[in-house]
Nanobody, 123 residues
Framework: VQLQASGGGLVQAGVSLRLSCTAS????????MSWFRQAPGKEREFLAAMTANGGSIYYASSVKGRFFISRDNAKNTVYLQMNSLKPEDTAVYSC?????????????????WGQGTLVTVSS
């Protein structure tokens, strides 16, 4: 399984950005998906997770209400809509995938990782 994340860039504080992550897999609907980020000098941080069927979603408290995860199984793609971006949102954003029907929120629970896309938010 290969994951390709895209959509990052340099933006000003307050704007919105949507990240995409496309999976090269035949049965995307069997994979739980999530987004994580890692800021310079900090540990990887969980952001959002969605079950394989899209029925359950969980957000980290740090982004709840600003970030929204969604998926399009027909396009093998998961999205992260990020609103009201702040300079502290600056990080490399990565998507992760694993087969399973549960909601997974810990990095070690995921088998496949994308290469990450850099988001830089200027003040």
């Amino acid at each position: 399984v290969q994951l390709q994340a895209s959509g990052g860039g340099l933006v000003q504080a307050g704007v919105s950005l949507r990240l995409s992550c496309t999976a090269s897999v035949r049965t995307f609907s069997s994979y739980a998906m999530s987004w994580f980020r890692q800021a310079p000098g900090k540990e990887r941080e969980f952001l959002a997770a969605m079950t394989a069927n899209g029925g359950s979603i969980y957000y980290a408290s740090s982004v709840k209400g600003r970030f929204f995860i969604s998926r399009d199984n027909a396009k093998n793609t998961v999205y992260l809509q990020m609103n009201s971006l702040k300079p502290e949102d600056t990080a490399v954003y990565s998507c992760a995938a694993r087969e399973g029907t549960s909601l997974y929120t810990r990095g070690y629970e995921y088998d496949y990782w994308g290469q990450g896309t850099l988001v830089t938010v200027s003040s």
